[in-house]
T-cell receptor, first 113, second 112 residues
Framework: AQSVTQLDSQVPVFEEAPVELRCNYS??????LFWYVQYPNQGLQLLLK??????LVKGINGFEAEFNKSQTSFHLRKPSVHISDTAEYFC???????????FGTGTLLAVQP | DVKVTQSSRYLVKRTGEKVFLECVQD?????MFWYRQDPGLGLRLIYF???????EKGDIPEGYSVSREKKERFSLILESASTNQTSMYLC???????????FGNGTRLTVT
């Protein structure tokens, strides 16, 4: 069975500082990995995805993530955050026979001025 | 742009009522999903559908049923609402099995 772990429920950071949101997964098959962002009172929207190929994936709003198969991780990074990046971020994994998308519990990124 | 529309933004129902949550997508997507979102638990899959009249149970189907009579519409039904079903419900659609999901804005359901 697949699972996703986001160890940090909340990450406070000052504006213009770098940030890393951690995501680890477990799976016995090849996986596809996603990061979604949820702004207040909205649904989720796709930030970036890893399907195959280069392990460094670039997404919208200056975010990027690196797929590390040996460490089963897919951490999300941004070199300089803005107030507008304040949102909840969800890591998700799919793969195997069912193609179901399994979500982590989310990390609230709180950017302070 | 793909649009997934959930019919209600906020809903308040009484215990024991039958509740219908409606979701419509406009991009001819094959797959549709219903999730519930609770603080500290993330998103949990209730039901999904890969085709018209087809449905499969997700991780927490108890107390719920679904209907997909037309490709663009996927309804979630709470046969007899209970207070532990108070939650944010998110509908999503995708073109194929590994395509990214497109989400609606959610329905916040309160059962009193």
């Amino acid at each position: 069975a697949q699972s996703v772990t986001q160890l940090d429920s909340q990450v406070p950071v000052f504006e213009e500082a770098p940030v890393e949101l951690r995501c680890n997964y477990s799976s016995s098959v090849s996986v596809y990995l996603f990061w979604y962002v949820q702004y207040p009172n909205q649904g989720l929207q796709l930030l970036l995805k890893y399907l195959s190929g280069s392990t460094l994936v670039k997404g919208i709003n200056g975010f990027e993530a690196e797929f590390n198969k040996s460490q089963t991780s897919f951490h999300l990074r941004k070199p300089s955050v803005h107030i507008s990046d304040t949102a909840e971020y969800f890591c998700a994994v799919s793969g195997g026979a069912t193609n179901k998308l399994i979500f982590g519990t989310g990390t609230l990124l709180a950017v302070q001025p | 742009d793909v649009k997934v529309t959930q019919s209600s933004r906020y809903l308040v129902k009484r215990t024991g009522e039958k509740v219908f949550l409606e979701c419509v997508q406009d991009m001819d997507h094959e797959n549709m999903f219903w999730y519930r979102q609770d603080p500290g638990l993330g998103l949990r899959l209730i039901y999904f559908s890969y085709d018209v009249k087809m449905k499969e149970k997700g991780d927490i189907p108890e107390g719920y049923s679904v209907s997909r009579e037309k490709k663009e519409r996927f309804s979630l039904i709470l046969e007899s609402a209970s207070t532990n079903q108070t939650s944010m419900y998110l509908c999503a659609s995708s073109r194929t099995g590994f395509s990214p999901l497109h989400f609606g804005n959610g329905t916040r359901l309160t059962v009193t």
